[in-house]
Structures are given as C-alpha cells and as structure tokens.
C-alpha cells in the first residue's frame, strides 16, 4: 500500500473541516494562555487552502499539493502558527520530492521533515508547552511502527494517537516559548492551542489515510 495525491487532497479537506469544527474551542485556548486568535487564524489558512486546492491539476504530486498548503498558510495564517506550520508542510513537501506514491517510510520522511521544519523556525524544545509536543511524539510513533511493519495508515495511525496524547501532555507544563511564555505558572493546567490544532492535523492525515486505504 502506498498513499498518492488522493490521499493529500483527501487530508487536506479532512483538515479544513477539522479546523473550522474547532476554530472557536482552538481561540479558547489560546485565550487561556494566549490572544485567542488561534482557531480564527488557521480557519482563515485553510479556508484559503480549499481556494487554491480547487486550481490544482489531477496530475500535481503530492509534494507539489503540500508546498501550495505551505505557501498559502505562511501567506494567510498571521500568527507565530502561519510561519511555522507553513515551514512543516514546506519542508515535508521537500522531503518528498516529486514522487507520485509515499511508502511507510516515506509517511516517516515528511513528518520528520515537518517537525523539522517547526524547530528550524521556532527553536523550541520538546517540553516547551508548544507545537512540538504533539509533532515529536508523533514523529517517534511514526518511525516505531514503520520499522515494526506497518502500512502508511497504519504509521500516521500511531503518529496520531502519540500527536493526541502529546498535546494533552502540555497541560501542566510552563512554556518557554510563544505567547504562553509571558505567564509563567499561570499557562500551568491549560492545553497548548497549537498542540492540539497539530494533533487534528495529523490525525486529519490518519482518517484520509485510512478512508484511502479502504
Ligand atoms: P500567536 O501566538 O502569534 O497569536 P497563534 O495563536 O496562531 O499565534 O499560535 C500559537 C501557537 O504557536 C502556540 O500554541 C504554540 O503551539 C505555537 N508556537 C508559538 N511559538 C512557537 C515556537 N517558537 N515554536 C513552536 N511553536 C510555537
Ligand atoms: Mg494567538
């Protein structure tokens, strides 16, 4: 089994709609230990990725279809979320090149690269109460099940439940990046909003994988 172009735009409208869902519950948590613009700022992006989506041809790769959701998030989004959500998908996209079909370790590749990405960008550390709490344990996940064997699905499966509990496991921490920064122990008990909006991400990546797959 392998996962196409199909399963890309497949991901990508699970994730417009995910996100639009959760826009208002992703501003309160940014209001607890943020602006509260989070939910706001992502249903912007990808409302403006399902534009763009409709312009791109049945032939695009699925490299090709993760550099546009890249450059229209890092030109939409606002937000610390915009350049660094944008920087995963650019540097995912990179990590697949032009092939047309992504194998079990190819689905490793690009998360690696995204996550990547998040740290080139952001400097933060796992721990730090931000989006890298959900993206690297989904990374560890992803490499374990892709050296046990599993089908691509079956990767972004572990990748998902290990992105979930990642953004749960940011409640009780203090961040030392972002926003959340500023409160000290005040950000202790709250969720971190990007967290959980990389967490419905990556689980979008999971259902359109699995659907897919059939
Ligand atoms: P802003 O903080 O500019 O209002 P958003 O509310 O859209 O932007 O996004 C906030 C989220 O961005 C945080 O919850 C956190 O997950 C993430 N974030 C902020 N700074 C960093 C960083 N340096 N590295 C990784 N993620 C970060
Ligand atoms: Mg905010």
Redesign the pocket.
Known sequence: MSLGISWVTAWIDDTVEVVSHNRTRLSEL?REI??G??GE??DRGFSAVKVKFDTLPDDATPGAALKLVATTLIST?G????P?LGTAFLKGAQALGDAPEINADGVVALLTAARDG?VL????EPG?K???DAWTPAVDAAGEAAAAGASPAGVLRAAAAAASAGAESTEPLVAR????SYLGERAIGHR????ESSALIITAAADAAAATEG
């Open positions: 940014d943020g602006d613009d989070h700022n992502l989004v937000g610390a979320s915009g660094l998040v960008r952001g400097k933060a730090d931000t989006m890298i990046k972002g926003r959340a971190d909003p990007g967290a």
